[in-house]
């Protein structure tokens, strides 16, 4: 039962290994994302009652902004 333990973290050992190696992809800065945040809400007229939805949102597309220039 220990050769199993000790099996499996190792396996465990190395797979965090390799995440950490992999590079990490382009993350915006918490400035980006307030900015299109508030061009989002801007956008939407300027209704309150939405701010997590326009953060989460304007993380979502400047991701995929910064995906686009690093491919």
Do not use: C, V, Y
């Not at 007229?45 to 979502?60: F, I, R």
């Amino acid at each position: 039962m220990k050769h199993r333990n000790k099996n499996a973290k190792m396996e465990m050992h190395e797979k965090a290994e390799q995440a950490a190696a992999q590079p990490k992809p382009p993350a915006p800065t918490p400035e980006q994302i307030r900015r299109r945040a508030q061009e989002i809400f801007e956008a939407r007229g300027s209704a309150p009652g939405h701010e997590l939805d326009d953060w989460l949102k304007a993380e979502h597309e400047l991701k995929q902004e910064l995906a686009k220039e690093t491919s």
